[in-house]
């Protein structure tokens, strides 16, 4: 492994991480100057080249979206959304940034907003996540007073104006466009695509919707450089992450890693599977991605490196399942995410969701029959590519998975009506 | 109950809304942040509220309700004093999720979805609060708290009035 760098968690653990002052001591708004003082292209060009790729899920180019911006807006205004709706099951790592350190969040705001044009910028923050939302809107009022945002920057003639906006619940706004929806009033349905956000978003007007920990990037690559951030990562995406690791592991905790360290590296960074117990299956990146078992984790953490292991680097949620793990009523839990979180516009995703869920739901039950798991990947599979949005591709990873991996848990389910895991256990079935 | 009959905000929050309208490119963007402040205000969205909010934007109530019924954390009904919202999700489901929430029914003598019957506590399960690391854990009104035992939970239940 490379030398370990902290790019985003290196304040955590400081006294008042949250405070300007504590920002400040270790250089923090030092890259918002220099950027200031570089052209706008200058800036894009320099993510672009840093190799940074979004952290909210897809893995998109950062610079390349930036470069999506029409140059000539007919008079409208661009504007910054700041994706903070984290909802994907098994993440927590941009919580963490919002309350340990929302002012290097800030500023790496304010460079994006100077690179795309935008002025004016929504953070759109998960409903639930009140004490990061009063954390960050404390921190807005502190840079404010430091001239660090608002009008005319540190003297530069850039105005850079925040609002706030908090969800009300609703998985489905993490989605960009769900997201959009819902900050103009309305239930989140995502949008149809084309036009794509950066060119009709928020109001009508141009839109660059970045993550919250893809902007924090922002600041260190101005800081040290695009050559250094690659550097630090695989051929194809740079830099470091914060995993977000639970489940059966001695440390659940956000670990910061190259994106070129190992799952199994990470897992010994959170202290390994729990007391006692082994590795029986791994979740690399958040709930949509396909599971890994035990034998797959020597795989690199980065966008392509999970790609090529046949799941996704996502969200970076890691959920770590030792072998007391009853794999199908696991898939019993997630297929409940899923068929609750379905916005419902589109009928292979309403149907499906709902479908899978209760006839994994009925398995589980000892009262599934021989025919079911080989209708439920069929089913599945038949939607993906359908949809209006990726939430039902990202439903399908489990789907698939859980059961191609673990296929004799499932026949063993079916056949017995029991646990081979756990036998004598009883499931607890919701109603949905 | 609070919310029933015809309802209007107080004059402080009427002023709070229109402030919060002044604030986006488009008035309607302020429905939820509007809505949070009714649901302060009444504790809950009941239909009368949706009216007033409507009227407030100049939507229909019909509109209103479908924006109220798509996000979970607005109220359909009374809740009570405090809200408990257990996570079941994955991480928290591999730690005893469902342990948790026999214990709290047990101790609150409610199923999920109901009230005590002296208005204190509301018992919910929530989907991925994102706080994964603290497995098991539910939300009590606006604190996260976790990882939950049945000693933690005889606390929280301790404290709250
Ligand atoms: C169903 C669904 C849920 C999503 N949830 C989130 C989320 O909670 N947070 C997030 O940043 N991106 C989420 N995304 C990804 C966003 O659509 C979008 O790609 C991202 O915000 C772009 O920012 P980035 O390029 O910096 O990653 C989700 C996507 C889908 C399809
Ligand atoms: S795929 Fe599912 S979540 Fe996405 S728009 Fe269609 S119904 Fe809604
Ligand atoms: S699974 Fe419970 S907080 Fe994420």
């Known amino acids: 492994m490379p030398p370990r760098e902290r790019l985003l968690t290196r304040s955590f653990d400081l006294p008042d991480s949250h405070r300007l002052e504590t920002s400040r001591r270790s250089g923090g708004y030092e890259a918002l100057r220099k950027a200031l003082g570089m052209a706008p292209a200058a800036i894009t060009e320099e993510v672009r080249r840093a190799n940074l790729r979004g952290l909210g899920g897809a893995g998109f180019g950062t610079g390349m979206k930036w470069g999506f911006v029409p140059k000539e807006t007919g008079g409208k205004p661009v504007y910054l959304v700041v994706n903070a709706d984290e909802g994907e099951p098994g993440t927590f790592k941009d919580r963490y940034l919002l309350e340990r350190d929302p002012h290097l969040v800030l500023e790496g705001m304010a460079i994006t907003g100077f690179a795309v044009g935008a002025r004016r910028a929504f953070v759109y923050i998960r409903g639930e996540y009140v004490r990061p939302y009063r954390i960050l809107a404390g921190a807005i009022e502190e840079a404010a007073r430091a001239n660090l945002l608002g009008p005319n920057i540190l003297g530069s003639g850039f105005d850079f104006e925040i609002t706030l906006h908090r969800g009300a619940g609703a998985y489905i706004c993490g989605e960009e466009t769900g997201l959009l929806e819902s900050l103009e009033g309305k239930k989140g349905w995502p949008r149809l695509k084309p036009p794509f956000p950066a060119v009709v978003g928020a109001f009508g007007c141009p839109t660059v919707i970045n993550n919250v920990e893809t902007l924090a990037l922002v600041p260190r690559i101005i800081e040290r450089g695009a050559e250094w951030f690659a550097g630090l990562g695989t051929g194809t995406q740079g830099g470091t992450r914060i995993y977000s690791v639970s489940g059966h592991v001695r440390r659940p905790g956000p670990y910061e890693l190259p994106v070129s360290a190992t799952l199994r590296e990470l897992i010994e960074e959170a202290g390994g599977v729990r007391d006692g117990h082994r590795l029986k299956a791994v979740v690399p990146g958040g709930s949509s991605a396909a599971i890994l078992t035990a034998e797959e984790i020597d795989c690199t953490l980065d966008v392509d490196g999970l790609k090529a292991a046949g799941s996704m680097a996502g969200s970076a949620g890691v959920v770590v399942m030792d072998e007391t793990t009853c794999i199908v009523e696991a898939l019993y839990v997630v297929a409940r995410f899923y068929a609750h979180e379905s916005c419902g516009q589109c009928t292979p995703c309403r149907e499906s969701t709902g479908w899978i869920y209760r006839v994994v739901g009925r398995i589980l039950q000892g009262k599934g029959r021989p025919e079911d798991p080989d209708q439920i990947l069929d089913i599945a599979r038949k939607g993906v590519g359908t949809t209006i949005c990726a939430f039902y591709d990202g439903a399908v990873g489990p789907y698939l998975s859980y059961i191609e991996k673990f296929r004799p848990e499932f026949d063993h389910h079916i056949r017995t009506g029991g646990c081979d895991v756990q036998p004598g256990r009883v499931p607890v079935l919701t109603t949905h | ?161």
């Open chain 2, 1 to 161: 109950m609070r919310g029933a009959g015809r309802v209007a905000f107080s004059a402080e929050t009427l002023a709070r809304a229109r402030e919060l309208m002044a604030a986006y490119p488009a008035p309607r963007a302020a429905l939820l942040p509007v809505l949070r402040l009714a649901q302060e205000e009444f504790g809950w969205i009941s239909p009368e509220v949706e009216e007033h909010v409507a009227g407030l934007f100049g939507l229909t109530p019909a509109h209103v309700h479908e924006v109220v019924t798509f996000y979970h954390l607005l109220h359909q009904k009374p809740v009570g004093r405090h809200v408990l919202s257990v996570c079941h999700t994955l991480s928290c489901w591999l730690m005893g999720a469902e342990g948790i929430i026999a214990y709290l029914k047990e101790r609150l003598g409610i199923e999920e979805g109901e009230t005590t019957p002296d208005g204190r506590v509301t018992l919910l399960r929530a989907e991925c609060l994102c706080a994964c690391e603290l497995a098991p854990m539910m939300q009590v009104d606006d604190d996260y708290v976790g990882p939950l035992t049945r000693e933690r939970i005889d606390e929280v239940l301790e404290r709250l009035d």
